[in-house]
Every structure is written in C-alpha cells, then in structure tokens.
C-alpha cells in the first residue's frame, strides 16, 4: 500500500477528538515521567497526517513528526497550520530519523504509535528501525510503541477489526480492515474503502500492505538488542496491564 493514497481519508478514518482524549492522559504522564524539568522534546515517527504531533504542541511540547509517505506528511503541516501550531514534519521512513533531524538531535521522548513498526519489511529491518529510535534520544530518553497485540491475532487467526465510519458534507464512508495470514508469517493488511457521494452509488477502494507481526516476546528482545532498558508492556494506552490472550494492543515503553 502506498499512503499516500490514503493521505486524504486518514482523518476520517480515525476520530481524533476521541483517540486523542482517550490517549493524551498516558502520553503526558510517560513524558513527565522522563525528567526534563520541563516540556519534553518530542519526535513522532510514523506520525501518519500528525495529530498527536500537532496535539503535543497544543500543549506546549516541542513536537517533531515524520513519515515514510509525503502524502501524509503534506496533511500533517496542513493540520498543524489549522491547529495554529509549530511542528517540524520530514518525509523520513524508520531507519533515517537520525540523519533526517541530525541537526536537531537528541530528542527527549519518540513516539511510535498506531501499529507502525509492524510496517518494517522484515526482522533485520526492525533491528535498524530500533537502532534509528535510539540514535534519536538523549541517554535517558523514552521509547513508545503502541502495536496490535500480535500475541492474540495470531493465536487466534483473527481477520477482521471494527468497521470505522465516517459522514462529512452528505458523504458517507465505511473502512473495512482485515488480515491474511501469509505462508512466510508475514501478515497482509487489507483496507476497504467504501465512499458515496450524495446522489451516487457506492464506490470502493481496496488496499494492502505486509506486517511484521510482532508478539511481545520477539520485540522485547529485539529492543534489548538495541539497547533500550527499563521496558514495560501495557494492554493499551490506558495503561491497563497486558494480557497476552485479551489486550486489544501492546504498548511498549522503554528507556534508551
């Protein structure tokens, strides 16, 4: 799948007002909890159209943001514009965030959320995505990663997550996502977009990309390798506990 594509419906596809209610409270108290004296300097990798970027300099962090599709990174600074804030987004994928903000290294906290890393195209790409993370941040500085619970989906071989919908102007559209479970244990995900305009029938739009499925055991180890300490895992970005079997997500916190 190419985002690019996806640049303009992304901001339907998620309710921000509510994800970024929900998630804020956690994020804020995984930045306070870094030690900086005060706000921390913070990097989205994979930051999608930016909105949790875009959030944290509402807020009076200093924010950063990149992403592999300039698509996205094009809608990050037009909604940073909207919000009447200042972030700094580079079109960058995992693995060139350091020579992509080398003049404004080290930063305090990077963020990865929205099960991006899994977008990695293999393991010796995850170890130099998490090399990357960890040239960016200061000794000290935080690591969070927010995935699927991968533990779950494939042990159970679920397919299909909640439809998402979306209504806009008369327009309607419908998100439909799933997974093929592939024969090298690579997973495709899979979007269909369903679009009508008022007066018109249905349109559809089908697109997939390949995952890396990573269970909590396969990415703790490879965050040691890396060198990151002080790794916890959560069930989701409430901070509940994770459970292997239940946990919607796996979120990751860590020291470099």
Do not use: K
Not at 78 to 98: C, T
Not at 214 to 228: D, K, N, T
Not at 239 to 256: E, H, K, M, T, W
């Amino acid at each position: 799948m190419t985002y690019d594509a996806f640049s303009d419906d992304y901001d339907r596809f998620v309710n921000w007002p509510s994800r970024l209610a929900f998630e804020m409270p956690f994020l804020e108290r995984f930045l306070a909890g870094l030690g900086t004296g005060g706000p921390a300097r913070v990097l989205d990798a994979a930051c999608g159209t930016g909105m949790h970027a875009v959030e944290l300099a509402r807020r009076g962090y200093p924010a950063a943001g990149a992403d592999l599709s300039t698509g996205m990174v094009e809608r990050a600074r037009q909604n940073a514009a909207a919000a009447g804030v200042e972030v700094r987004f580079r079109a960058a994928p995992f693995g060139q965030l350091a020579r992509a903000f080398a003049g404004e290294l080290p930063f305090d906290a990077l963020l990865c959320l929205g099960n991006s890393l899994p977008h990695v195209p293999g393991v010796e790409a995850l170890g130099e995505a998490l090399a990357d993370f960890h040239a960016c941040l200061r000794p000290g500085g935080g690591l969070l990663i927010q995935n699927r619970n991968f533990d779950a989906v494939l042990a159970g071989r679920e397919r299909w997550m909640e439809p998402q919908a979306h209504q806009e102007a008369g327009g309607e559209w419908v998100f439909l996502r799933f997974y093929d479970f592939e024969p090298d244990g690579m997973i495709t995900f899979n979007i269909i977009t369903l679009r009508r305009e008022p007066g018109q029938g249905w349109r559809q739009r089908v697109t997939g990309t390949r995952l890396l499925p990573l269970p909590q055991a396969q990415l703790v180890r490879a965050l040691e390798a890396a060198g990151f300490t002080q790794i916890a895992a959560f069930g989701g970005m409430d901070g509940s506990p994770f459970d292997p079997q239940a946990s919607g997500n796996l979120v990751i916190s860590a020291r470099r």
